[in-house]
């Protein structure tokens, strides 16, 4: 059986499976027992985890669990280094190939929407950056860049993260680099698709697999907010200001992304005197909470996945199990 997407064309038993969802859900936890189970590697889908020495804050996997299960697309960029999501996706289609020589299956995990969404149906046709620009963006005051984005695409300016910097200024950037809306472009998503239309039922119209191959996470957010909290302490317990203060004396302020990343960009503001530990703490927790809103808003929006919900008794062992037969029985039928 040939199958859909990235993979089209190839004959193989270890399909990838894609694991998503908010921040604090669970989606480690789960993809490291499921991995295990079915003899799979992991591929992190998160922007910020691609970064060597944003640890901490981006709760990587510890090295105990990547010697129990191999992990992709980690520590993959220096702290200074542009990311983007054409690299994600290159890096992730070279991790997909080794990992299904090795007669494994690739387990796709991590928050980041626009990194699922470009690896399964395809970059836009967005310019790439312009530095000079760029440069330019970035020392705006973000209202005037919000308000030439509500003149220029209302449409982008209606659904846009407002207090999200980084997004802003790249929308503006292609509006001024192409002179056409970014909603526009945002539409013209390529689709990836099986060349001879042999997907097996596990393409939807949408271009992504299903037939339990594609999973979103879910909580109650009671439930997702006092995990989130709990995570939180636990970081700083762990030392994520001291680790902010080294990431700072090795340029972290340099890097524009990395600097949005929650936990550091608010430690950052505490270590010049802003706020004290403790509100900076609760901070955190807040606008994690936010995030985890707002990824959970995304990925209904934007993918087609099988939601499953987590309840705080539900274990990880047990939703692997149940993956894990799902799984099974598409593989059975390749």
């Known amino acids: 059986m040939n199958l859909p997407g990235p993979w089209a064309g190839q004959r193989t038993p270890y399909p990838p499976v894609f694991i998503a969802g908010p921040t604090a859900v669970g989606k480690s936890a789960l993809a490291l027992e499921l991995a295990e189970k079915i003899g799979g590697e992991i591929i ?59 007669g494994r299956f690739p387990v796709f995990c991590g928050g980041t929407g626009l990194y699922f969404k470009a690896y399964l149906q395809g970059l836009g046709a967005a310019p790439p950056s312009d530095e000079r620009l760029r440069s330019e963006l970035e020392a705006a ?11 220029l695409d209302p449409v982008t300016f209606n659904r846009i993260d407002r207090h999200n910097p980084r997004r802003v200024v790249r929308a503006v950037e292609v509006i001024r680099l192409t002179g056409k809306p970014f909603s526009t472009q945002r539409a013209e998503w ?24 594609v999973f979103g996470l879910s909580r ?84 087609q996945l099988e939601w499953m919900e987590f309840h705080p008794d539900t274990t990880c062992q047990a939703a692997a199990i149940i993956l894990k037969s799902r799984i099974d029985s598409v593989t059975a039928q390749i």
């Open 44 to 102: 992190s889908v998160d922007s910020m985890q691609v970064y060597q020495g944003l640890d901490l804050g981006t709760a990587k996997a510890s090295p105990a669990e990547r010697a129990r299960v191999p992990h992709h697309l980690i520590d993959v960029a220096g702290l200074l280094a542009p990311f983007d999501a054409a690299k994600f996706v290159g890096l992730a289609e070279k991790a997909v190939a080794e990992i299904q020589s090795r």
């Open 220 to 303: 109650s957010a009671d439930d997702l907010h006092a995990r989130i909290n709990l995570r939180v302490d636990a970081m700083f317990a762990a030392g994520l200001v001291e680790e902010t203060r080294r990431l700072l004396a090795q340029g972290l302020e340099q890097n524009k992304t990395a600097m949005q990343a929650i936990g550091y960009r608010q430690v950052v503001e505490h270590l010049r005197g802003e706020r004290p530990l403790a509100q900076t703490v609760e901070l955190v927790k807040i606008k994690t909470r936010q995030f985890a809103k707002r990824q959970m808003t995304w990925f209904r929006r934007q993918l």
């Open 190 to 213: 390529t689709t990836r698709t099986d060349p001879a239309g042999e997907t097996g039922g596990f393409v939807s119209g949408g271009g992504l697999p299903q037939s339990g191959l």
């Open 141 to 151: 005051p973000l209202a005037r860049l919000l308000d030439e984005l509500e003149m």
